[in-house]
């Protein structure tokens, strides 16, 4: 989202006759306020339950790529311009006068709000029953989980403000500039990832039952990301930067 504040020109010439007294007063002022939100969630569940027996091999296997980003952009700029000319000319006399006053003044806030969560549950539950049954369930078991899961958030800002003034003329001149600027950035990003196998054979009066191999393995991936850029340039004041990329606990 971009706001960009209109351009505010304003312009007086003041001519005098001999003995002439002529104020001119000018203001220009912008005035720009933002507000965004971002949101963003992604979740995935995998299951797999096997609780029947037999003889084969049993192979249970997850994988999942979850991803979740939300992210915000604003770009600011802002400028004011006055001129004045409030002098009487030669031909009026060393008695024409003015006074010129000018104000000019900026005025930006941003409020920037990113949030981000992602979140992978992956189950495998191999558990048969065998009652009575010689040499069943002799197969290999393989349960394997794998996941990619990541969340990540994004604040940028660019604001850019300036005040340009002069005036010429005999008499008090005053010129007055301001920029003022408020920016408020909130980045949170959260990633979760659970992974569980489960083996339970249970054999009642089953002689030679449960005789295979068992292999289980889980691979995870889980980072979450916050990031926010912050830039304003009234006066070339510093930029701010911050990256950041959390492990998981």
Known sequence: MTATATTARTAAALRHKDGGSTDATQKGSNDNSTEQHAKSSASTFQANINTGGGKG????SNQADTSAKSSNH?????????????????KHGKGSKGDATQKG????????????HASTEQVNIYAPITVFGYGSGGGDVNQ??????????????DTTQSVDQSQKGHGDAKEVGSNSNSTEQSAK????????????????????SGGGDVSQGNSASTPRFVDQRQRHRPGRRPSARIRARISPE
Request: overall charge negative.
């Open 74 to 90: 604003n770009s600011t700029d802002q400028s004011v311009n006055q001129k004045q000319d409030a002098s009487g000319g030669s």
């Open 105 to 116: 003044s900026n005025t930006n806030s941003t409020t920037q709000d990113a949030s981000s």
């Open 57 to 60: 091999d049993v192979d249970q």
């Open 189 to 208: 990003s959260s990633a979760k990832t659970q992974q569980a196998n489960i083996y339970a054979p249970i054999t009642v009066y089953s002689h030679g």
């Open 144 to 157: 394997s989980n794998d996941a990619k899961t990541k969340a990540e958030s994004s604040n940028s800002n």
